[in-house]
């Protein structure tokens, strides 16, 4: 049996550290916590000789520390998003038993789903068009990805050989991914979204995520056109859950494979599970079924710190989002006559970066935290004045000008989101204030004055956004306007930022719908909201929407049902219908909120359903 050798004080590594031994061996506790070398000897180590050696050493092992501590953190923070993926995988499982009594959208059919599953198919078949009736395909196995590598992409040719999952690709590129992203038109010079067929081709997750939401809208229209073809929506439902499960397999052995090798050095593969993730996210606000959001977002917005904290660091201590973008392909803009465009890895970062950034500063007004990603934004969202970008060398131009501009994505100019994310963190700040009973009205006051004249600025100097083509015709035509998708950025923009503005009344002043400035800014909004020119144009809006219906008077109610009820089968796609019900809740107890004013305010409204709501 081995004798332990002990030292009376702990082991020589503690004892140059000056910290206590707990003496546990064949390593102490604090050595192993830490991941250094724990040495115990009866003879004292040669560089332990109260000068200069030991002070070498010490120094050497300080940043030993310093530089385990950090992979160590990054362990956690990814040990934690493998969590919440399995957690995610179990609550997708239990769902999956009761599909169709729990989806709202689902109507119910007396016939069992397989066999709604072969009536829609047969009903397809005698309409001459079986193929694409339904878009279920062979599903892939998955295999066991290799290790040490990046999990093995789709081949494309053996992905596409199925004529089902073919016509779901297809289907997803020209009908679901526009609808979903109405306002994003992918630049002439970017050669289109050629960079989401070849994500598509390379992340199993994402793919079959596209497929389900594919299934599942084709299903619905069918259901909702064609009096013969209900039953392909309870077909499409399980369609749905069968392509989501497969996806979550795959994210989660790309996560598992992302904790096993780090984001350090696997940068492009982290970059492609935030967006498997994000997408997740989409999909389950699509089809209104949104319950799982808040563990989705944590894991991307994790990811995404971790991405930035690793890649984006300059030799100043500063972060520059483009230093991320150039470790993930060549440089934009580099050869002529034509502009070089961005390489996929590079354009679905940008992609999904815009999406979580957006999804991440709703997500904070009903959760009542500040956004998690704020501390980016200076990064991605801010742009210089003119004056002192003038006075910059072009290099360091370029690294503090924006790198997303939201309008070109969601629809939305940079500045309303980034006035939102301050409200919301005064939101937090003002109730943490109140609860350690500290709060400073001059100090509230103060904040809340300089977000409103930023914000109104904003708002006044809102009529102008650069217009790019899209189309060959407008290319060769010098960019001359065409129809703008739905109701074009600008006025979605002064939408949202007219009810921040509504927004940071209540955060400012408490729950007073009744009051000048809430009635003031509610009238506005409303009046932009009935000009819009389809109904269509809700599903782009929710957030202001539900923020300013639950401020609305009794009178004015009915405009919003009405606004709803007008948008037809659209509504049930998305989160307007959830909106709306946050709305009736508020309407139906006026009373009882007016006598407990101080109990209430927009982020209640957001969780008065029994779950913070994401409005996107």
């Not at 979903?180 to 960079?195: I, T």
């Not at 593969?269 to 319950?291: F, H, K, Y």
């Not at 500290?438 to 708002?459: F, K, N, W």
């Not at 009373?591 to 209430?600: F, G, L, R, S």
Request: one cysteine or more; charged letters at 20%.
């Amino acid at each position: 049996m081995a004798t332990k050798t002990r030292n009376l004080g702990g082991c020589w590594t503690c004892r140059l550290r000056r910290k206590k031994c707990d003496e546990g061996w064949p390593a102490c506790q604090g050595c192993a916590s830490l991941e250094i070398d724990c040495l115990y000897s009866l003879d004292k180590p040669e560089w332990m000789d109260g000068a200069g050696r030991q002070k070498e050493k010490a120094d050497s092992l300080k940043k030993e520390v310093k530089r385990k501590s950090a992979h160590r953190r990054e362990r956690r923070h990814l040990h934690g998003l493998e969590v919440r993926l399995e957690s995610l995988d179990a609550s997708l499982t239990d769902e999956s038993d009761s599909t169709t009594a729990k989806n709202p959208i689902c109507t119910t059919d007396s016939s069992s789903p397989s066999t709604g599953a072969q009536d829609c198919a047969s009903k397809s078949a005698s309409d001459g068009a079986q193929t694409d009736s339904s878009f279920s395909a062979p599903s892939p196995s998955l295999g066991k990805p290799s290790a040490g590598s990046s999990l093995p992409g789709l081949n494309l040719g053996e992905t596409l050989s199925q004529e089902g999952e073919a016509y779901a690709t297809m289907f997803y590129l020209d009908y679901v991914f526009p609808f979903l992203f109405p306002f994003y038109r992918a630049p002439f010079v970017d050669v289109g979204r050629g960079w989401l067929l070849i994500l598509l081709t390379r992340n199993k997750a994402l793919f079959h995520s596209a497929l389900s939401l594919a299934a599942y809208f084709y299903g619905i229209v069918r259901s909702h056109t064609d009096e013969a073809a209900h039953q392909c929506q309870t077909h499409a439902v399980e369609e749905l859950h069968e392509q989501q499960g497969l996806a979550l397999q795959w994210l989660q052995r790309e996560m598992q494979d992302i904790v096993t090798r780090g984001v350090k050095a696997n940068l492009a593969d982290a970059n492609r599970v935030m967006a498997s993730i994000i997408q997740l996210m989409t999909s389950e606000a699509a089809i209104a079924n949104p319950g799982n959001w808040t563990m989705h977002l944590d894991a991307a917005t994790e990811l995404f710190n971790e991405i930035m904290t690793h890649h984006a660091a300059t030799e100043t201590g500063r972060f520059c989002f483009m230093l991320v973008l150039l470790q993930l392909g060549p440089k934009p803009f580099s050869w002529t006559p034509k502009n070089h465009p961005w390489g996929s890895d590079q354009a679905t970062l940008r992609f999904f970066t815009a999406q979580l950034l957006l999804f991440d500063t709703i997500a904070s007004t009903s959760l009542q935290q500040p956004p998690r990603l704020q501390q980016w934004h200076d990064s991605l969202l801010v742009d210089l004045d003119e004056e002192t970008k003038k006075s910059l060398p072009d290099l360091e131009k370029e690294q503090t000008m924006p790198h997303i501009n939201l309008h070109e994505f969601v629809g939305i100019q940079n500045w309303v989101i980034c006035s939102i994310a301050e409200i919301a963190a005064l939101d937090s700040w003002k109730k943490e204030m109140r609860k350690n009973g500290a709060l400073s009205v001059t100090q509230l006051v103060t904040r809340a004055a300089a977000i409103q004249e930023r914000l109104c600025a904003s708002l006044r100097a809102s009529d102008i956004l650069p217009h790019r083509p899209h189309t060959l015709q407008q290319y060769f035509a010098g960019g001359a306007p065409s129809a703008q998708p739905l109701h074009g950025p600008l006025l979605n923009t002064r939408i949202w930022g007219q009810a921040a503005v509504t927004y940071l009344g209540v955060v400012l002043s408490g729950w007073q719908p009744s009051s000048p400035e809430i009635r003031h800014s509610v009238a506005q909004t409303i009046e932009m909201l009935l000009g819009l020119p389809s109904p269509d144009c809700l599903r782009t809006l929710v957030w202001p929407f539900t923020v300013t219906g639950c401020l609305a008077a009794p009178d004015q109610e009915y405009m919003f049902r009405d606004m709803v009820e007008a948008m037809g089968l659209l509504k049930v796609f998305g989160t307007i219908r959830e909106g709306l019900a946050i709305m009736e809740y508020v309407w139906k107890r006026r009373a009882e909120i007016d006598e407990n004013p101080d109990q209430w305010d927009l982020a209640a409204c957001l969780n008065c359903l029994h779950q913070p709501a994401l409005l996107i």
